[in-house]
Nanobody, 128 residues
Framework: QVQLVESGGGLVQPGGSLRLSCAAS????????IGWFRQGPGKEREGVAC????????YYIDSVKGRFTISRDRANNTVYLQMNSLKPEDTAVYYC?????????????????????WGQGTQVTVSS
């Protein structure tokens, strides 16, 4: 069964850190571009970051540049999102997905239809 499973969310104070994991089963993550997305309360789902197959390219939306890092662990067939200096506005359910043809160009410009195998999401809450 082809699926992605997110984990690592939780409650953290502003300025804190979390590392999210996106673990794949049924396929090899390295063959795909993997993206992280989030959906905050009452908001549309938005792109956050992505990493190309072979790790040649990465993309981050402006609001997370310098704070978030996306990386791939081939041995564990997992993609991570390291989130530092978290802010209350980072509060959201975070999802990962894969694509063979798509990319991410901004929070809203990522071609939803080109991404698939969405996980169930993991909740990140940044609050004091």
């Amino acid at each position: 069964q082809v699926q992605l499973v997110e984990s690592g969310g939780g409650l953290v104070q502003p300025g804190g850190s979390l590392r999210l994991s996106c673990a794949a089963s049924g396929f090899t993550l390295d063959f795909y571009t993997i993206g992280w997305f989030r959906q905050g309360p009452g908001k549309e789902r938005e792109g956050v970051a992505c990493i190309s197959s072979g790790d040649r390219n990465t993309y981050y939306i402006d609001s997370v540049k310098g704070r978030f890092t996306i990386s791939r662990d081939r041995a564990n067939n997992t993609v991570y999102l390291q989130m530092n200096s978290l802010k209350p506005e980072d509060t959201a359910v975070y999802y990962c997905a894969k694509t063979s043809t798509g990319w991410m160009y901004s929070e809203t410009n990522y071609g939803f239809a080109s991404w698939g195998s969405w996980g169930q999401g993991t909740q990140v809450t940044v609050s004091s």
